[in-house]
């Protein structure tokens, strides 16, 4: 495949504004296109005693921009056949629309307005505040985000960016003004520390000029920097939430972790993989679900982020197995910890990761996704392209080793969150 | 592989034996055995999955070009020759009971199974396609092996390949392994009518949960009703998905729809925090349903009230032209883009193809877009009847632990 139809090799073109812009070429046959804007707005920067307010902003965006109320908006995508969505992140708050790749130039253009002129209405303030209001409640009463929540509390200290959820108590959304929304977007929505992905069926030269065209005026052009109070590593210690009246307890176990710029982060990637990363193929899918009988669900995930990252191992069941289930949890890290994965085991899950980039690459969506991860991490364009490479580089002992610095079963905490029926020893 | 098997075709006693056996083909068959057929699509960096539907239960797999004879041998492989023990039925007993404790955890599960409970009384349709939990802790291994005898098999199979790939040595290679299989398949068909409603019907659950919540459904015509289309504006219009059918995988959506009704009337004017509208077409009649979240202090009593009232505007008044215009450009819009990459393009052939025909989603395409507001407003009124209402309300209550 040539440089310039491969979606595995993405290209860096000038920045605009100290934005910095990327280009994807579409996957053969696509007929849509995707841009996404991910700057340095999650909810680590939220001011303090404001929590929730990177959140607010980041819903907000698609409520009204530029020259469209909410409804025109809507309207306009509607028309387009186009979908925009928002997300926000400990670190990162980021904008995608998606749409026909007729009209890549346009949507890019209407992108622009959401990013650089939302309108942060005060009605729209009202209900998201609402909204927002329910789902803190619902992060509390459900065993499945409570116990994400208290795995996150209790592992980083306070002020720390992974300490929260970003979505605040009732006192700290009751403080968010218009104003305050204004000024974050300001200071948050640069174009410094963003990138702007285009995944499109055009060369570099025209993104480039239709992101100068359109995504100039940033407020500013120096993002901000996160504070990182550092985690100190406690003991091995579990937390147990009771909520009763619900017919499931969800198990987590984790901690601190390693950032997306480690050296190592290959072989921790694979050490995730193999305990619980990699669907069917993994240990915790194969020892606690298909020969224990015990979950539905049972995985782990390495969220390396740009400048830390989180590992969690999770699994749900019934309140009369959950004592079998953590001690099932805790032999495979062991295990993970203190023997070398065989060659074979280390291949096949080596050979299925490399395998399904092919097939990430069918659909516009997907190989965008693909992208931004890279170009997030400001990674080589050509870095997918090596990710086999560096796959195949990796040696037993250092996914051993990667297991130890990366998924710390020392230092993790347990949460059990549901109807619990005996207190934890 | 789609097969027309689903929980239609159970009865009381073996209610989730559809689901259970989609969990009983990955335990293997004489080829491949547990966990095999896992490893050799993984191995090669596929994926694959299943899923169990009222009407029908999907196997799909996505592997690169090169691998597709995988899926054929185990798909051909355990189509009838699964190995369903005694043993693994056991063991799968708990996972699939742990299946149901994490949906029972939403407050969401338990309205809409209470939902259709409460507006079938004949009709399969009335229980979920996970099965009820007594059926779960009490089917048999025979039962289960029983089942599996008397549906699966080519009669009720379809087999769908999608993508890059040479036709004629495909057909080929599938009449290899499949064409020797024994025809076995019983009828399908579900000979149980649901009466016609006399009467609304209504529920209150209460649980854990963070506000009130509420789910009404009507009763609705089959996929291949001619009223479909109508229907489906309708759906789009109070909640403004712009769904032609829901095999596992919808059109792209936002998650909020400020141009829908329900949003405009509920979400927007602060009654809650949640509003839209459902409706999966199903071989046999089923549900159109609205649900909402109320916004915290806010009753169900005026939730239901502001609900209702949007619901008899549409039935009085009908759809506007800008309305009108809007849904036919996003069906348009939306259809050039809906299916890219060989999965999406499979679970497409797949659907209508179990259901009907392929030839069925030109048709609904073609009569969407010529579809009349007046048509749609008759819809309303047809669908929209009170004695056809069924409510199911959720009460949230404080427990421990919530805070």
Request: charged share 25%; aromatic share 8%; net charge neutral.
């Amino acid at each position: 495949m040539s440089r310039a139809v491969d979606p595995l090799r993405i290209e860096y073109g000038d920045e605009v504004d100290g934005l910095t812009i990327v280009r994807q070429p579409s996957p053969a046959g696509a007929a849509s296109f995707s841009a996404t804007y991910v700057g340095p707005a999650g909810w680590g920067f939220d001011p303090t005693g404001e929590a929730g307010t990177a959140r607010v902003v980041n819903q907000l965006l698609s409520s009204g921009a530029g020259p469209y109320d909410r409804m025109a908006l809507a309207r306009r995508l509607d028309r387009a056949g186009a979908t925009l969505s928002t997300e926000c992140a400990p670190e990162s708050g980021e904008v995608t629309l998606w749409g026909p790749a007729a009209d890549w130039e346009e949507l890019l253009a209407l992108l622009a307005d959401v990013v650089l002129r939302p309108r942060l209405a005060p009605d729209d303030l009202v209900r998201v505040r609402r909204q927002l209001l329910e789902r803190q409640m619902r992060e509390l009463s459900q065993p499945a985000s409570r116990a994400d929540r208290e795995l996150f509390r209790v592992t980083y200290p306070e002020t720390h960016p992974y300490r929260s959820s970003g979505l605040g108590d009732p006192r700290s959304i009751a403080r968010i003004t218009p104003g305050r929304l204004l000024a974050f977007h300001r200071s948050h929505y640069t174009s410094g520390g963003a990138v702007l992905v285009v995944t499109a069926p055009a060369p570099l030269s025209a993104v480039e000029r239709a992101a100068r065209a359109s995504f100039s005026g940033f407020a500013e052009d120096r993002g901000p920097s996160l504070r990182f109070p550092r985690v100190r590593p406690g003991t091995a210690r579990t937390l147990p939430v009771e909520l009763k009246g619900r017919s499931q307890v969800e198990i987590r176990i984790g901690g601190d972790s390693i950032a997306r710029s480690d050296p190592g982060y290959p072989a921790a990637f694979l050490a995730n993989e193999i305990l619980g990363g990699r669907a069917q193929l993994s240990r915790l899918f194969r020892r606690v679900r298909e020969k224990g009988g015990l979950v539905y669900h049972a995985s782990s995930e390495l969220e390396a982020m740009r400048f830390g990252g989180y590992w969690a191992v999770g699994a749900g069941t019934g309140p009369e197995h959950w004592e079998k289930v953590v001690s099932l949890l805790s032999k495979e890290l062991e295990r993970m910890e203190r023997t070398d994965v065989s060659a074979s085991e280390l291949r096949e899950i080596r050979e299925s990761a490399i395998g399904e980039l092919p097939l990430a690459l069918e659909s516009t969506a997907d190989a965008h996704e693909l992208a931004v991860e890279v170009a997030y991490h400001r990674l080589p364009g050509d870095y997918l392209s090596r990710w086999p490479a560096l796959l195949r580089a990796v040696r037993p002992r250092e996914v051993r080793e990667a297991a130890e610095r990366a998924m710390d079963r020392r230092h993790a905490v347990t949460v059990l969150a549901g109807p619990i029926a005996v207190s934890p020893r | 592989m789609w097969y027309r098997v689903g929980s239609k075709n159970e009865q009381p006693g073996i209610t989730g034996a559809s689901h259970w056996v989609e969990h009983m083909l990955f335990e293997g068959s004489p080829r491949y055995r547990k966990g095999e057929i896992d490893r050799a699509v993984l191995r090669v960096g596929g994926g694959l999955n299943a899923f169990t539907d009222t009407d029908f239960t999907a196997y799909f797999t996505t592997v690169p070009r090169d691998h597709l004879s995988v899926p054929l041998d185990f798909e051909a492989d355990r189509m009838t020759r699964a190995a369903i023990t005694d043993e693994e039925v056991a063991r799968e007993r708990t996972v699939i009971h742990s299946e149901r404790e994490g949906n029972e955890n939403w407050p969401e599960f338990r309205v809409e199974e209470e939902l259709f409970q409460l507006a079938f009384r004949v009709h399969p349709y009335r229980w979920d396609a996970l099965g009820r939990r007594r059926d779960i802790e009490q089917m048999t291994a025979e039962q289960l092996r029983e089942y599996y005898r008397r549906f699966y098999g080519p009669k009720n199979a379809v087999l769908v390949v999608a993508g890059g790939f040479d036709a004629r040595r495909t057909e080929a290679e599938v009449r290899r392994r499949f064409s020797k299989l024994p025809p076995w398949g019983e009828d399908v068909e579900v000979h149980d009518v649901e009466p016609a409603p006399q009467g609304e019907r209504r529920s209150t659950l209460t649980g854990p949960g963070t506000t009130p919540y509420l789910q009404i459904g009507w009763r609705s015509p089959a996929l291949t009703d001619p009223s479909t289309p109508a229907t489906m504006i309708l759906d789009t219009i109070l909640g403004g998905e712009s769904r032609v059918f829901s095999a596992g995988i919808g059109w792209r959506g936002r998650h909020e729809h400020p141009t829908a009704r329900l949003y405009r009337a509920l979400v927007e004017k602060g009654l809650a925090v949640r509003a839209t509208s459902g409706w999966s077409p199903r071989f046999y009649p089923s549900l159109f349903t609205v649900q909402a979240q109320a916004a915290r202090g806010v009753s169900l009593d005026r939730l239901e009230r502001a609900l209702e009232s949007v619901i008899d505007r549409l039935a009085r008044q009908g759809p506007t032209a800008r309305e009108m215009s809007d849904v036919r450009t996003r069906i348009r819009r939306g259809a050039a883009l809906a299916y890219e990459g060989a999965t999406s393009v499979g679970f497409r052939i797949g659907y209508f193809s179990t259901l009907r025909s392929l030839v069925l989603e030109d048709q609904l395409y073609r009569r969407l877009l010529h579809v009349s507001a007046k048509g749609v407003q008759d819809q309303a009124r047809s669908l929209f009847r009170p004695e056809a209402r069924v409510v199911v309300r959720y009460e949230p209550t404080r427990e421990a632990g919530d805070e």
